[in-house]
């Protein structure tokens, strides 16, 4: 949406980018989880399966994918699906553990953050969403959407970092700043129950695209 109001071309190669920049945000918040995941095995079997449908999305329907980004006719629809999921996992206060995960619950997961490769729908809301919807503890939701982060944005940023020169880096080093904050005040507003916030953020930004697209 930014790059169509001030005229700056968005590809995916652009959006890999800022994503991996990223990455370096979410290792910071995910050092415990990890440590956590290898004191038991069945969690990176699930985080596996969970990263599978969006593997698929990114392999096969690529050049769709990449289509999105260059319209903003779908942003207001994207955006408010992140509203309205956010909503609704706000209501909810679950007490479940990643180590009850079940192979159904790590697929469903997966398939919202599938969904959340087109641009408006947030994939850590749509995740994190999907978690607190199947009954988990909200901490626990919050650290497996992170840990799930890990692979998806590698992966994107290995496949489209090619294409890119050295006169982007200064775009890392904004996405990781910016990235850093976001996930910090994201963690504040997940752990004090305060995510409808966020939802109502989303629901202002879906007008906001409707009016300037």
């Given amino acids: 949406m930014l790059g169509h109001l001030i005229n700056i071309e968005t590809n995916l190669s652009l959006v890999a980018l800022l994503h991996f920049g990223t990455l370096f945000s979410v290792l910071i918040f995910t050092l415990k989880a990890v440590l956590r995941i290898f004191k038991n095995p069945k969690l990176i079997l699930m985080l596996a399966l969970s990263t599978i449908p969006a593997g698929l999305v990114g392999i096969f329907f690529d050049e769709i994918v990449e289509q999105a980004f260059q319209t903003t006719k779908y942003l207001p629809i ?10 609704v996992a706000s209501k909810i206060d679950g007490n479940k553990s990643i180590e009850q995960m079940t192979l159904t619950d790590s697929l469903v997961i ?16 749509a995740t994190i969403a999907a978690a607190l919807i199947l009954g988990f503890d909200k901490k626990d939701a919050l650290e497996y959407s992170f ?16 294409g890119l020169s050295l006169h982007g880096f200064h775009l890392f080093l904004v996405a990781f700043i910016v990235g850093t904050l976001s996930l910090f005040v994201l963690r504040k507003l997940v ?20 009016f300037v697209r």
């Fill in 78 to 87: 994207f955006f408010c699906i992140t509203s309205v999921l956010l909503l």
């Fill in 110 to 125: 997966g398939f919202f953050q599938a969904a959340a490769i087109l641009p408006g729908i947030s994939r850590s809301g």
């Fill in 147 to 162: 840990l799930l982060s890990i692979p998806i944005i590698a992966g994107a940023g290995l496949m489209k970092i090619n």
């Fill in 191 to 210: 752990l004090t129950k305060k995510l409808n916030i966020f939802a109502f953020y989303c629901l202002a930004i879906a007008i906001l695209t409707y």
